[in-house]
């Protein structure tokens, strides 16, 4: 049973800064692009950022350049989205996703709606107020 499963939501500051993990278990996901989308409220979901496994490269929404960085550690099975800066507008669940094909989770980054990933996890809600 493959499972992604998301931590590090909570509730921080405008300006503030955390750091959410996507902690994957029942197969190895080092070959995989993943990446991390969220959704707020009456919102559609959207792409925030993607890494490659073929070779690590990364891309990023441009509301979130500069003030998030995605990483992974292939030994520990987990994908990281550090997030600085944090604004009111980010606020929404964000989810983790996987699949072995890298041009499914790249074009996903723009286009959600029009990817179905192999594997998502179940969110974890980031709240960014005073």
């Known amino acids: 049973q493959v499972h992604l499963v998301e931590s590090g939501g909570g509730l921080v500051q405008p300006g503030g800064s955390l750091r959410l993990s996507c902690a994957a278990s029942?197969?190895?996901?080092?070959?995989?692009?993943m990446g991390w989308f969220r959704q707020a409220p009456g919102k559609e979901r959207e792409g925030v950022s993607i890494?490659?496994?073929?070779?690590?490269?990364?891309d990023y929404a441009d509301s979130v350049k500069g003030r998030f960085t995605i990483s992974r550690d292939h030994a520990k099975n987990t994908v990281y989205l550090q997030m600085h800066s944090l604004k009111p507008e980010d606020t929404a669940v964000y989810y983790c996703?996987?699949?072995?094909?890298?041009?499914?989770?790249?074009?996903?980054?723009?286009?959600?709606?029009?990817?179905?990933?192999?594997?998502w996890g179940k969110g974890t809600l980031v709240t960014v107020s005073v």
């Open positions: 890494i490659k496994g073929s070779d690590g490269s990364t």
């Open positions: 996703a996987a699949d072995r094909i890298e041009g499914s989770v790249v074009g996903a980054l723009k286009w959600p709606a029009y990817y179905a990933l192999d594997y």
């Open positions: 029942g197969r190895t996901f080092s070959s995989y692009a």
